[in-house]
Every structure is written in structure tokens, then in C-alpha cells.
């Protein structure tokens, strides 16, 4: 694991630099205290980062919770109870995962995982450009297409395109270009890149740039609501007075529980749909365990609500810049985690200095390559049976939020899976009988989902003929089908056909 220091270093230090904002918008946008994010970051860094089975995923605070939060606040009345409900869930989590609930995660179609990505990318995309053209007023890693703040993905576009701030968006160009100059061959050819990556490079420029704008251009000087803004602690005293305990007189309280169970369900789903997501883009392929990510996402959320933190899953947007950035091993999420916590100690004034149009550029090209015009030829090529689900993901996820938009994708991919299915559940071969005479043979397994396909086949055999129906090959036919055939053995005199059944045992029928 430390044979890649060299560069899980630099990718921890990419990551912290786009999970900074990102906790606190959430925490913002949660109705939380500021601090709750940090402190969820940190334990996700920190902690889950060594339990979890995955080299590179990145836990953290997730955008797909927010609204939940918000939920849990109006139905309990009050921060520290959310933290009783956040520490049931991760006690839920850990069941979940004892009882090897995580194979769920086994059956997510790739055409799926990978229409989530592209999705991802596209929506990290148009939600920071309105952060790049500094004149966004929602909060940073807003993944939803309706925002908190009323308006949706696109109208916050064109109302930025209307109030750009200049200022902004030469740092955010000046950034972007320094992101796509520090990926060129040349410049990976140089060794000290290696060591330093391009979002550093971008992240200082920016607020050199921005200094400069306060001194000699004030009308291109960045507002303060586009800075970062980390809360300033003076002392690790300070920190601890700040921090919110849980209410455990909640536990007495039944809608705690349906909090919790809640917390527990949404927070499992992403993080499953996150490591498989992440194994995918992984250029090692090494596979997370999914029961095991299930009881570190539940260890990770005990913990969080005890310190005062939020809701914690693994994060696809923090784990995407962590391999993007040339992360190897677990030890990259640990350093971000690390850093989170000196920075919310010591480095509060320094960072709040950052520009967040700078790191918009970061999560701009982060977003590029999750969705790259290669990933949609891939999936053409593959054929409409993988090409449809792949694109309505996409679309859903656009249009609605990150679960939902899976759940039509997977409908979608359950549909083609039916068909499919469907078809393969006879073999129609007429060559080797007499004219006249049709042969069915029936494949290995014949279940329920079958049964549409083969009805319409036999509905299809025309009068006065031969059909022989053979299951000798069949290790199962399951009972729905035994009872089509045997309906249509009965049925056949009246048009003529003389059934012949090999392998295939008789049912009684309703009403015969």
C-alpha cells in the first residue's frame, strides 16, 4: 500500500480540495450546522476509509440525502435527534451487512452503473457552471435537478448567463486551462507533476489572482458567498464546544426509528451503487465486498452521529476525482480525511481565500471524463438492448436525482432482461421433421418469465398440423408453464394439431 505514497498523496490532496465545499454546501443545504459536514468528511476519511473493502472509494456527506435531512428535521424537531436517528441507522447499516444484504449490489446491470456515471457527469457539469460564472446562489455539489433554491439545472444556467461576474470566470478559464495543460503529455513527462497536482497548481493561481483583483481591478474581486467559507476555529476546545451530542430520549420515540430506517436505506443504496460504480472505473478492477462496504457505511454513520456529523454513504463525485487524480490505494481517501481535519484546526483562514469558480474547473473536468463521447459510441455499438437502459439513465438521472433515475434504468433493463429471457426459452428447430411437423425443444431452465414467449408460439402453429413439444433436456419447467402446454394440449384437437410431448409431464388444469 505505501509503495504508492508518490501518488495517493497528491490524489488525497485533489480530493480534499473538492470535498471541502462540498460538506459544507451540503451541510447548508441539509439545514444543518456548518460543522456537520466537516465533521462527516472527516469520519469518512478518517475511519471508513480503512474499514471499507474498496482501494478508492471516498466517503463523505452525499447530496442525495439532503432532502431527507431536511425530512428528518421538520419530523423530530431538532438536530440532536437526527443524530439519535443517524447512529440507529448505521447500527441498521451493520445488521444489514452481518446479513449479507449486499449482494443487491451484485445485481445492478452494467449498462446501468455505467448510464449513472455518464449521468453524473453531465449533471456535474451544467451544476457547476453557474459556480464557474460566479453568480451561483445554490449550494455546491446540488445533484438534484430541482433545487432548494426553486429554480432547476437549466434555469439556474440561463439566470447565470444573465448576472455573469467577470471575475469569476477569468479565474475559472485561467483554472481549467491550467487543469488541461497540467494533463498533456509534455507535462506529465515532467517528474515534479507527479507529486503535484494540477488542482494545487489551479487553487493557488486562483487566489494569487484573486488578491490581485482586490488590490488593483476591485470590480473583478470575488464575492464573498463565491468563496469558500469554513467555519473558524480557533481551538481543538472551541471545535469540541461546537460539536452537537445526540438526544437519546428519541429512542423512545417510534418515528426515530422510521428515520433511521430510512437514513439506512437510502444511504446503503447510493453507497452500493457508488463502490460497484467505482470498481467499474478502477483501472486495477479490483472488486469491493459488498457486505463488508455495508458495515463500514454503518460503523462510519455510528460514529458520525455520536461526534455531531451527518448522514455518511460513499460519494461516486469524490471517488471519480480521487482515480481521476491518480489515486492507487485506500491511503489517498485517508489523506483527504486528514486533511479536513487539519484545515478545519489550523488552515480555515488560508482556505477560505479559495474561489469556488477554481474549483468548479476542477469538478468541470472531472465531469468530462465520467461522460466522454467514447462511453456513448461503447454503448451504441453494443446494441439497442444495452444502448436504451444506458440512455434513459442518463436522462432519468438528469431529471430527477440520482435513485430515482436508477430505478427507471433498471426497469428499463429488467424489460430487456424479460425479453431476452423470453427468447431464449425454446429452440425452434422444423429442419429435421417431416413437412407439416413442427419441433419445440424447451431450454435447461424454463421459469415463469418464459411463459408469455412460449404461448405465443404455440398460438402461432397453424391448423391442422404437427407440433412435438420436447423437455427432455429441461432440468426445470416451472408450473405456470407446465399448465400453457397442457392448456393447449387440450385445446389442439379443435384445430386440428396433434401434440407429442417428450420429457414434459401432464398438470391438471382448472375445469378439466
Request: proline share 4%.
Amino acid at each position: 500500500m505505501f509503495g504508492s505514497v508518490g501518488r495517493d498523496l497528491p490524489a488525497g490532496l485533489v480530493v480534499f480540495l473538492v470535498a471541502l465545499p462540498l460538506c459544507l454546501g451540503i451541510s447548508l443545504a441539509s439545514g444543518a450546522p456548518l460543522l456537520a459536514g466537516m465533521i462527516t468528511g472527516i469520519v469518512g476519511g478518517v475511519m471508513v476509509s480503512w474499514l471499507s473493502g474498496s482501494a478508492l472509494s471516498v466517503s463523505g456527506p452525499a447530496a442525495g440525502l439532503t432532502t431527507i435531512m431536511l425530512s428528518a428535521l421538520a419530523t423530530l424537531g431538532s438536530f440532536p435527534a437526527v443524530l439519535t436517528a443517524t447512529v440507529v441507522a448505521g447500527v441498521i447499516q451493520v445488521l444489514l451487512g452481518t446479513l449479507k444484504a449486499g449482494i443487491i449490489g451484485m445485481y445492478f446491470p452494467v449498462n446501468v452503473i455505467r448510464g449513472m456515471l455518464a449521468a453524473i457527469g453531465l449533471t456535474l457539469i451544467l451544476k457547476q457552471i453557474p459556480h464557474f460564472l460566479g453568480t451561483d446562489a445554490d449550494y455546491f455539489e446540488d445533484m438534484d435537478f430541482l433545487q432548494f433554491n426553486g429554480q432547476n439545472t437549466f434555469t439556474a444556467i440561463a439566470n447565470a448567463a444573465k448576472h455573469i461576474a467577470l471575475g469569476s470566470v477569468i479565474i475559472g478559464v485561467v483554472s481549467l486551462l491550467l487543469l488541461l495543460l497540467w494533463d498533456t503529455k509534455a507535462i506529465k513527462r515532467l517528474s515534479f507533476t507527479k507529486l503535484v497536482p494540477g488542482a494545487l497548481i489551479a487553487v493557488i493561481v486562483s487566489i494569487l489572482l484573486n488578491e490581485l483583483f482586490k488590490s488593483s481591478f476591485p470590480a473583478l474581486q470575488i464575492k464573498p458567498q463565491h468563496l469558500v467559507r469554513l467555519p473558524v476555529v480557533s481551538s481543538f476546545g472551541e471545535l469540541l464546544a461546537e460539536m452537537s451530542s445526540p438526544d437519546w430520549s428519541f429512542l423512545t420515540k417510534s418515528k426515530t426509528y422510521l428515520v433511521a430506517g430510512t437514513i439506512a436505506i437510502v444511504a446503503s443504496l447510493e453507497s452500493l451503487l457508488s463502490v460497484e460504480a467505482v470498481d467499474k472505473l478502477d483501472p486495477h478492477k479490483r472488486t469491493t465486498p459488498p457486505n463488508r462496504e455495508l458495515m463500514a457505511q454503518g460503523a462510519g454513520n455510528i460514529v458520525a452521529g455520536l461526534l455531531g456529523g451527518l448522514p455518511l454513504t460513499a460519494v461516486i463525485v469524490r471517488s471519480s476525482a480521487n482515480i481521476n487524480a491518480g489515486g492507487q490505494t485506500r491511503l489517498s481517501a485517508f489523506f483527504h480525511g486528514l486533511l479536513l481535519l487539519t484545515s478545519l484546526l489550523f488552515l480555515a483562514s488560508l482556505l477560505n481565500l479559495i474561489p469556488l469558480s477554481a474549483l468548479a474547473a476542477v469538478l468541470l473536468v472531472v465531469g468530462y471524463k465520467l461522460t466522454k463521447p467514447a462511453l456513448y459510441a461503447m454503448q451504441w455499438r453494443l446494441g439497442w438492448s444495452q444502448f436504451i437502459p444506458f440512455i434513459v439513465t442518463i436522462v432519468a438521472i438528469l431529471f430527477t436525482d440520482l435513485l430515482k433515475g436508477v430505478g427507471i434504468g433498471l426497469a428499463i433493463g429488467f424489460f430487456f432482461i424479460l425479453k431476452a429471457n423470453a427468447e431464449a426459452a425454446f429452440i425452434v428447430d422444423d429442419t429435421e421433421t417431416q413437412p407439416g411437423c413442427h419441433y419445440l425443444r424447451l431450454s435447461e431452465h424454463v421459469s415463469f418469465l418464459n411463459k408469455a414467449s412460449i404461448v405465443q408460439a404455440l398460438e402461432r402453429i397453424p391448423h391442422n398440423s404437427r407440433v412435438i413439444l420436447d423437455g427432455s433436456k429441461s432440468q426445470v419447467i416451472d408450473h405456470d408453464v407446465l399448465e400453457a402446454i397442457e392448456s393447449f394440449r387440450i385445446a389442439a384437437p379443435e384445430r386440428g394439431i396433434d401434440v407429442e410431448l417428450r420429457g414434459i409431464r401432464h398438470v391438471e388444469v382448472a375445469g378439466h
